[in-house]
């Protein structure tokens, strides 16, 4: 039997009419692709360096399909740095690790936010 709050989220359905790109989302992006490029330029213990700064780059944006995605955007922002990072740490022996990479934290809540219960469900145990 399922709990009566799990079934709650589980039934709840997507948010109507999410904004698809808003003038923040462009700033932030305007803000890390260039941050972490100087990030990748000036920090001494990046590894694979060409590689991890165009991956991060990219990864920035998903934050402009945060909203109508979330769920991918999810999955894809801290899957990646979660595969990259588990391979050179075979590979080096060290973890990529990036500061700028902090807008991942913007995803789950854009997942809670404007995704269907069903999606923050597999969202959350994904991340867990």
Do not use: K
């Amino acid at each position: 039997m399922v709990h009566p709050v799990v079934s709650a989220l589980l039934a709840t359905p997507r948010a109507s009419d999410p904004p698809t790109r808003v003038w923040r989302d462009w700033a932030l992006i305007a803000i890390l692709v260039p941050t972490t490029i100087l990030e990748g330029i000036f920090r001494e213990q990046v590894v694979w360096r060409p590689v991890a700064v165009v991956i991060m780059a990219i990864l920035t944006l998903s934050l402009l399909w945060r909203r109508t995605h979330s769920l991918a955007m999810l999955v894809l922002g801290f899957g990646v740095p979660i595969g990259l990072d588990a391979v050179t740490r075979i590979v080096e022996g060290n973890p990529v690790e990036f500061n700028t990479s902090i807008f991942v934290l913007l995803l789950p809540y854009a997942l809670c936010r404007w995704a269907s219960g069903r999606e923050i469900a597999f969202g959350l145990v994904f991340l867990v």
